[in-house]
T-cell receptor, first 113, second 112 residues
Framework: NAGVTQTPKFRILKIGQSMTLQCTQDMNHNYMYWYRQDPGMGLKLIYYSVGAGITDKGEVPNGYNVSRSTTEDFPLRLELAAPSQTSVYFC????????????FGPGTRLTVT | KQEVTQIPAALSVPEGENLVLNCSFTDSAIYNLQWFRQDPGKGLTSLLLIQSSQREQTSGRLNASLDKSSGRSTLYIAASQPGDSATYLCAVFTGGGNKLTFGTGTQLKVEL
């Protein structure tokens, strides 16, 4: 079983470009999350979703957008890339986060120059 | 606002030593606490999940304890091995904001 998968693994963007980070889970989890991890910092929540069609902002949502049209997929969109968005992005999912674990994908390393 | 602190930030031990990693959090109103392992350039692997009503959880050579009232958790690693070298992260789940709050991690190196 694949768990949580993310594509691409690496990406370099120029300032002002746009891209979508893909995330898919095959565990039928309702809860899905996007985090970013900056060097020496803990992970910070960007957006989360509690089910198809329902999304909400986390701590650091500015510059990002999400959608959740299916249970399996939770893409993260960067509209106008900025150097401050250089980071490692992790997608995660959980059956019920107050009770069960969160499972993480392998991450996407993004550089904006 | 929940804040999670992990001390020490880095730790180097000889193989075979037992060790303890510390995690503290400021708001004791948590649902659960999760310990993760992160290898360089990789994602997070869940090690142990402790519910707020539990005192400890064990998995193989790992034992995690939770003292919710004092806002502390420890991860005990027995008989450490070079393969244990990684960054260990703790995270607490609080209902508000429906999110995990992460510490900055302890980077562990187990030397031969």
């Amino acid at each position: 079983n694949a768990g949580v998968t993310q594509t691409p693994k690496f990406r370099i963007l120029k300032i002002g470009q746009s891209m979508t980070l893909q995330c898919t889970q095959d565990m039928n989890h309702n809860y899905m999350y996007w985090y970013r991890q900056d060097p020496g910092m803990g992970l910070k929540l960007i957006y989360y979703s509690v089910g198809a069609g329902i999304t909400d902002k986390g701590e650091v949502p500015n510059g990002y957008n999400v959608s959740r049209s299916t249970t399996e997929d939770f893409p993260l969109r960067l509209e106008l890339a900025a150097p401050s968005q250089t980071s490692v992005y992790f997608c995660a999912s959980s059956q019920k986060p107050g009770i069960y674990e969160q499972y993480f994908g392998p991450g996407t390393r993004l550089t904006v120059t | 606002k929940q804040e999670v602190t992990q001390i020490p930030a880095a730790l180097s031990v000889p193989e075979g030593e037992n060790l303890v990693l510390n995690c503290s959090f400021t708001d004791s109103a948590i649902y659960n606490l999760q310990w993760f392992r992160q290898d360089p350039g990789k994602g997070l692997t869940s090690l142990l999940l402790i519910q707020s009503s539990q005192r400890e959880q064990t998995s193989g050579r790992l034992n995690a304890s939770l003292d919710k009232s004092s806002g502390r958790s420890t991860l005990y690693i027995a008989a450490s091995q070079p393969g244990d070298s990684a960054t260990y992260l703790c995270a607490v789940f609080t209902g508000g904001g429906n999110k995990l709050t992460f510490g900055t991690g302890t980077q562990l190196k187990v030397e031969l």
